[in-house]
């Protein structure tokens, strides 16, 4: 799969930004998906999750604390693409964000050693 993202740029705190990534090279549906995000000096961090469909539910999204109510994912499986929807953006959240996918939980969000990166995407938040 390659996965590209998309959508960062420079933006005043208190305001959104939303961020996507497409994926291509293989189906998409079983593919739990996810952002990272690294500021300069600091290492990789999970920011949001989105799981694929279970056998008996629908997708799951979890965030990390610091994004929690501020944040939103969401997958189109039609169109292979996941988005990350900003909003009350901060100062704090200025980092590259990366897309990234795995068939596995435990790979994905857990090791942080999915098999698919995307590149980076960089956000800038004003203060």
């Known amino acids: 799969v390659q996965l590209q993202a998309s959508g960062g740029g420079l933006v005043q705190a208190g305001g959104s930004l939303s961020l996507s990534c497409t994926a291509s090279?293989?189906?998409?549906?079983?593919?739990?998906l996810a952002w990272f995000r690294q500021a300069p000096g600091k290492d990789r961090e999970f920011v949001a999750l989105i799981t694929k469909n279970g056998a008996t539910s629908g997708t799951i999204t979890s965030f990390s604390d610091a994004v929690e109510g501020r944040f939103n994912v969401s997958r189109d499986n039609a169109k292979n693409m996941v988005g990350l929807q900003m909003t009350s953006l901060k100062h704090e959240d200025t980092a590259t964000y990366y897309c990234?996918?795995?068939?596995?939980?435990?790979?994905?969000?857990?090791?942080?050693?999915?098999?698919?990166w995307g590149q980076g995407t960089q956000v800038t938040v004003s203060s």
């Open positions: 090279g293989r189906a998409f549906d079983d593919l739990n």
């Open positions: 990234a996918a795995d068939e596995t939980l435990r790979k994905l969000v857990v090791e942080k050693r999915p098999d698919y």
